[in-house]
């Protein structure tokens, strides 16, 4: 129908003429109150962000000598950060005549991507940036 007809139609009702696909050959309208339709876009909108999972970088940070219970107790943590859905930074910061060994932080970082390798997958592997080595590690996909 025409879009006078329309109108005219639309404030019969007292209710607005929305175009729904204004794109389409002939664009698309239909009568409705205009401020409930964007009262619950909102509202979906609203609800469909609340659904929503942020998923955040947590750090742990390793040294080149870390004795075996440390490296543990780090391993545990990183495995709780993974649970709870986020990602994990791993980082080993050399210190002096640490710089002239970086083959020895590639070990513990092999070593920390073996211990979560049940839980997690390596995202990223480790890479020397300057005076630290890092790893990201990201929760393996429940398929």
Do not use: W
């Not at 964007?38 to 509202?43: G, N, P, V, Y």
């Not at 219970?69 to 990183?78: M, S």
């Not at 649970?83 to 590639?106: D, T, W, Y």
């Amino acid at each position: 129908m025409s879009a006078a007809e329309a109108l005219k139609i639309a404030e019969s009702r007292n209710l607005d003429l929305v175009k729904i696909a204004p794109m389409a050959k002939p664009p698309v309208c239909k009568v409705m109150d205009y401020g409930k339709f964007r009262f619950e876009k909102a509202k979906k909108e609203k609800e469909a962000k609340k659904n929503q999972k942020t998923i955040e970088i947590k750090e742990i940070r390793l040294s080149l000598n870390i004795d075996t219970h440390d490296f543990d107790t780090k391993i545990n943590h990183a495995k709780k950060f993974i649970a709870s859905g986020n990602k994990v930074k791993v980082s080993i910061r050399f210190r002096g005549r640490e710089m002239a060994h970086p083959e020895l932080g590639l070990v513990i970082m092999n070593r920390c991507a073996e211990a979560c390798a049940e839980c997690a997958s390596v995202e990223k592997p480790a890479k020397l940036e300057g005076r630290q080595m890092l790893m990201f590690l990201a929760p393996k996909s429940a398929k």
